[in-house]
């Protein structure tokens, strides 16, 4: 997931992220001129081997630019009186939904709005154990959590259920992108992804 107060080169900034491993990218609408950056990242998507989708998407006119941008999946930073229009607007553009959620109430208003994915925001809040206590009720939902993962526990996030992780500022610094400094970004997220094979802690 990529915040910075600004971001010059979208295209660089994918290539690193890939090249490190992370082939899916989440631009979110805190990013000043978001679709045009979208619609970039998305045109050159055959070129970076990256998959494209937006994030904080608050409302369905939101929703409705990042697809008609190219965005592949969509992102809620919760669930609000829209959500449903959400699912609507990107299913019907074959995009994918991860609603967030964080209380069992809203990850079942989630999936009964029909989401692909749920998000799990914000997950430091309760760490890995809370995921695995999530599981037992929900077990047929993916779940993907969200805020404060990084390289010391995204393997743990794993290991309690979570069918993805995401990785933020641990991996892409604001400064660094406002910098362009694609080097380290992709070094954080070679990083990343190694530690995503690391064994995990047990969280039963």
């Known amino acids: 997931m990529v915040r910075a107060p600004h971001v010059d080169d979208v295209v660089a900034l994918v290539t690193a992220l890939a090249t490190g491993g992370i082939r899916v990218v989440e631009l979110t609408f805190t990013i ?40 592949r999946f969509v992102v809620t930073p919760g669930m609000a009186d829209e959500a449903a229009d959400v699912v609507h607007v990107a299913h019907a553009s074959g995009a994918a939904v991860i609603l967030g959620a964080f209380s069992p ?11 692909d994915m749920v998000k799990i925001f914000p997950a430091r809040a309760h760490g890995p154990k809370y995921l695995s206590d999530l599981r037992g009720p929900f077990p047929e939902v993916s779940f993907v959590p969200s805020g404060g993962i990084d390289n010391g526990n995204a393997a743990d996030y794993l290991a309690a259920g979570a069918a993805a992780v995401t990785a933020g500022t641990s991996v892409v610094a ?31």
């Not at 619609?39 to 998407?57: C, D, F, N, P």
């Not at 109430?105 to 989401?115: D, F, I, K, N, P």
């Open 32 to 71: 000043p001129r978001l679709p045009e950056l979208l619609h970039t990242a998305s045109e050159k998507a055959s070129q970076t081997g990256a998959i494209i989708g937006a994030g904080t998407v608050r409302g369905a006119a939101q929703a409705r630019e990042a697809v008609a941008a190219g965005a």
């Open 174 to 204: 604001p400064p660094d992108v406002v910098n362009g400094d694609w080097a380290k970004i992709t070094d954080r997220a070679t990083a990343f992804c190694d530690a995503l094979r690391r064994s995990p802690e047990k969280t039963e």
């Open 105 to 115: 109430s809203e990850v079942m208003a989630a999936t009964e709005l029909g989401a």
